[in-house]
């Protein structure tokens, strides 16, 4: 399964090789093979150095495709085949997302780090069993939080507001349509207990960029909205939410998440953020920048200095998976912090509880 630049849910891109590691050092294994994002979680890994030893799902046409890709991978008969190899140290998964908070605990009770594709939890009571076992066994329950981790003009934006290129955050503006493409996806995907609603799901990108852009510890939610504009064949699928935040340092967030990629868009969703700052703004065009250049990765930069158009792609690479291998190797926290990972992923959780009470009325 190669990256389909016209679906976002098997988007895996790929860099040239940045390892932190030597061969050997760093062995991990994928597990729970529901969504394609697993190939995305695999090739950023595979490009820091780390080796995989290992694969697991129920499904056997999910192995074999699996494996096609990454021959390297042994088939594992069980989870606890996996968790009783002493080599092994992280486990990547992309399960149901109603089943990635109980398989993540299991991993943790395993003695293994995970790596979990987005959105993490589905529930609360979820995330709070989870933030437990991390506090006992002291193991790592990290998130693939794509649409900033494994885009490089995401990726430099972080890197020019920690230089002090736009001043202060004070506002992001997230937009992250996607195309539905409802024949190729799973049952789950339509059904609201599994995959959290919208804003659970592809919302959790959009409220852990703004934490991390922002530089906020925590948020509060203060207007949220979902709706089923258009597919009503669908009744468990929510095809539109927004909401807004504000921050503990005063910054503050309104994102729109989708599902209304027109076909005669050349990619899966023209995603986009608006970074103000007190001394400028950045935006970035992900995806692609439309009628202009069918390739992803612009960054505008405007600040007292002028205007730049930077255009990024294969040029920044994506230093967190390297950094996650070197956190899971020294215990260390430079890739993402726990709490990060857990505060966007309740912060996704507690809007779309509020969203739940006020949803849009189709035409």
Not at 5 to 11: E, F, L, Q, T, V
Not at 196 to 204: A, Q, R
Not at 234 to 250: I, V
Request: overall charge negative.
């Amino acid at each position: 399964m190669d990256f389909q630049k016209s679906d976002g849910m098997n988007y895996a891109p790929q860099s040239k090789a940045q390892p932190v590691v030597q061969p050997g050092d760093f062995v991990f294994a994928a597990a729970y093979l529901d969504h394609g994002h697993i190939y995305g979680q695999t090739n950023g890994l595979l490009g820091a150095g780390a080796q995989l030893k290992w694969v697991y799902d129920p499904d056997p046409a999910k192995v074999a495709a699996y494996i096609a890709k990454f021959p390297q991978a042994k088939r594992a008969r069980s989870l606890k085949e996996i968790l009783d190899d002493g080599e092994v140290r992280l486990v990547a998964a992309a399960a149901v997302p109603s089943e990635r908070g109980p398989i993540g605990c299991k991993v943790l009770e395993g003695g293994k780090d995970y790596f979990s594709d987005k959105a993490p939890f589905t529930t609360l009571d979820q995330l709070a069993q989870a933030r437990e076992t991390v506090s006992r066994t002291g193991r790592k329950y990290m998130v693939y939080y794509s649409e900033r981790l494994h885009v490089e003009c995401a990726v430099h934006a972080g890197n020019l507001i920690r230089q002090d290129a736009i001043g202060r955050v004070i506002q992001v503006l997230g937009l992250g349509p996607h195309r539905l493409n409802a024949p190729g996806r799973p049952e789950w995907f339509f059904e609201k207990e599994k995959y959290g609603g919208i804003l659970c799901d592809i919302g959790s990108h959009q409220i852990e960029q703004f934490l991390y852009y922002s530089g906020a510890k925590d948020a509060r939610v203060t207007h949220a909205l979902v709706a089923n504009h258009a597919n009503p064949e669908y009744p468990g699928l929510e095809d539109y939410g927004e909401t807004s935040l504000l921050a503990d340092n005063g910054a503050t967030n309104f994102f729109r998440v989708d599902w209304f990629t027109p076909d005669g868009l050349d990619t899966w969703g023209d995603g986009r953020t608006f970074i103000l700052g007190t001394k400028g703004y950045i935006e970035l065009r992900k995806y692609i920048d439309v009628c202009r250049q069918p390739e992803g990765d612009h960054l505008y930069l405007v600040n007292d200095e002028g205007a730049q158009h930077m255009e990024l792609r294969g040029k920044v690479g994506y230093p967190f998976f390297g950094q996650l291998i070197l956190d899971c190797l020294h215990r260390t926290e430079n890739a993402m912090t726990q709490e990060h990972a857990f505060k966007a992923a309740e912060l996704c959780l507690k809007a779309q509880a509020a969203a739940d009470g006020v949803r849009a009325r189709a035409a």
